[in-house]
């Protein structure tokens, strides 16, 4: 690592934080809950663990149930909102 001469103190430069993966962040979203994916925090996919009771809102317009999608699946499709009930579990991905 290198080093700046701050007036007699040194101090040690961090590399910078690389986003190297297609997905770079993860938000669970628990049962009986309700978020929504907008702005800087838009949703780029979404793996559903628990299908149950859980509907994903599309970023343009639609929705889609829980019961139309496969557990632990991997979905590029961004989300705009989703609304789980008493069982549902998703993990929605950020780029």
Known sequence: MSRTDAGGMYTRA???Q???GEYNK???VDSNKTIAFTGSN???GF???VVTNVTMSATNGGEILGSALTADTL???GTRKV???ASGKVYVLHK
């Open 42 to 44: 838009a949703a780029a």
């Open 18 to 20: 690389i986003d190297s």
């Open 26 to 28: 993860i938000t669970f």
């Open 47 to 49: 793996i559903c663990e």
């Open 83 to 85: 609304t789980i009930g």
């Open 14 to 16: 961090f590399p910078k």
């Open 75 to 77: 979905y590029p499709i």
